[in-house]
């Protein structure tokens, strides 16, 4: 990256940094007049403010957004305020896939079905519900990588660089300490744990010549990419989820928004199929998110 190639100065860095948290107090300042203002002349509303993502500013070598999961990327504000919410804090482990449900509910509407859980009995005095946010993923900027939180840990398996990070939070808030090559039994562990969280839902029934632009990650944990030859029986995923997959001559096949494989292919999928329709962007967005660092 940029920044690796061309280092700072610790003074530019301070400087770099004291810049992001003065658009956070410019940025806080309007928002206290904007909902001021707003919560007048509409008493039930609610507000919510959250982050997609946090910065790096170099921690461990790397700069920006999307392309780790550490805890600087990974734990983001949440901040709810409105008709019907106690001022509280939460302590249950939670993840912005639980705002949707969460927001339904309290606007006394329907939602579903949804991967996260519904907060919204913690927002006014109840329980909130079983810990969540166990897993990450980023695949941004030729990335391949998922994160799983067992506590007090959190492990990062790259499967692009084919290494596995752990890291104990309680011990080393930061993650500045890497466990895994003395850990190796819980490494194991929660590998298989983030085996059955992501599921297996691709079998193949011939041995054959298996393309992919994604990962395969097999029931034995071996990994996979590009063109390679595998074996019959062999149970699988595919990473990130919209990956395409060949058996042979049959494919592509793909879970999210594409083909699968019929009853006589070589290969047979029996996870959820994911309908996404596929968007056709013009130059000009494309390249808009490219500046972004979203698109290749």
């Known amino acids: ?22 658009e956070i107090a410019y940025v806080d300042h309007v928002l206290r007049d904007f909902c001021t203002t707003w919560a007048q002349s509409r008493p039930n509303t609610v507000f919510v403010l959250v982050s997609d993502h946090g910065e790096e500013f170099g921690e461990r070598g790397s700069w920006g957004h999307g392309h780790t999961l550490t805890p600087e990327q990974l734990r983001v504000p949440w901040i709810m305020w409105g008709a019907g919410i106690r ?59 998922i994160r799983l939180h067992q506590p007090p ?3 990062i398996a790259d499967l692009r660089a084919r290494t596995v990070q752990l890291y104990d939070l309680d011990q080393d808030p930061a993650a500045l300490r890497n466990l895994g090559p003395e850990a190796q039994d819980r490494v194991v562990g929660m590998w298989g744990q983030m085996l059955r969280r992501i599921g297996l839902p691709w079998v193949l029934h011939e041995a054959a010549a298996i393309q992919t632009d994604g990962v395969l990650i097999s029931a034995d944990g071996r990994l996979f990419s590009g063109e390679f030859d595998l074996e019959a029986g062999v149970r699988f995923a595919l990473w990130p989820l919209d990956a395409k997959v060949t058996a042979g001559a049959e494919g592509p096949w793909q879970a999210v928004g594409g083909a699968l494989p ?17 968007l056709e962007l013009s130059e000009e967005e494309r390249e808009r998110l490219r500046s972004l660092g979203y698109a290749n």
């Not at 005095?125 to 391949?144: F, H, K, Q, Y």
């Not at 292919?265 to 996404?276: F, P, S």
């Open 1 to 22: 990256f940029h920044y690796q190639r061309n280092p700072l100065t610790p003074e530019r860095l301070e400087q770099e940094i004291g810049q992001y948290d003065e």
């Open 262 to 278: 019929g009853a006589e292919a070589l290969l047979e999928y029996e996870g959820a199929r994911i309908n996404a329709r596929a």
């Open 87 to 145: 001022p509280t804090v939460i302590e249950t482990r939670v993840g912005l896939e639980d705002l949707a449900p969460t927001l339904a509910t309290l606007a006394g509407t329907r939602f579903g079905p949804f991967a996260g859980i519904d907060r919204a009995s913690a927002l006014k005095g109840g329980a909130a519900g079983e810990p969540g946010a166990a897993l990450a993923s980023t695949s941004r900027r030729n990335t391949m990588k």
């Open 153 to 155: 840990h959190d492990m």
